[in-house]
């Protein structure tokens, strides 16, 4: 078999890397970008950037799909904070749309609660 170039990274290096990755995703970087980094910082193939990749994708989803109900209230009370600061700098528009948005992550949530 074949003898690898470079040493396995350590469980903190794979941690910093996901997170990095994340960050490039967070950010919208495009795939290109991401492997072309990937393999200068860290010079690592295509196959591994896709392991660091997917475990950044599955952190992602970990947060995405946690509990609805505290995601929505979290979510409401940020935009609560976004229309009073809106408003006391008298930016009208500014906190009409964060009331809609308060509107309508209220509506997500409570059209997908279970009926009682």
């Known amino acids: 078999m074949g003898q690898h170039n470079h040493p396995r990274c350590t469980k903190a ?16 970087k495009p795939r290109p970008f991401m492997l072309r980094e990937a393999a200068e ?3 690592v193939s295509t196959r591994q950037f896709e392991t660091y990749h997917a475990k950044a994708a599955a952190e992602i989803k970990q947060y995405i799909n946690r509990e ?4 929505a209230a979290e979510h409401i009370f940020k935009l609560e904070s976004l229309a009073a600061a809106a408003t006391a700098a008298q ?6 749309a964060a009331l809609g948005m308060i509107a309508k992550v209220a509506c997500l949530h409570w059209s997908q609660s279970p009926r009682h």
Do not use: C, F
């Open 68 to 71: 609805r109900a505290d995601y």
């Open 91 to 96: 930016q009208y528009s500014a906190a009409a």
């Open 13 to 28: 290096d794979l941690e910093a890397r996901v997170t990095i990755v994340l960050k490039w995703i967070s950010e919208g």
């Open 41 to 43: 910082l860290w010079q």
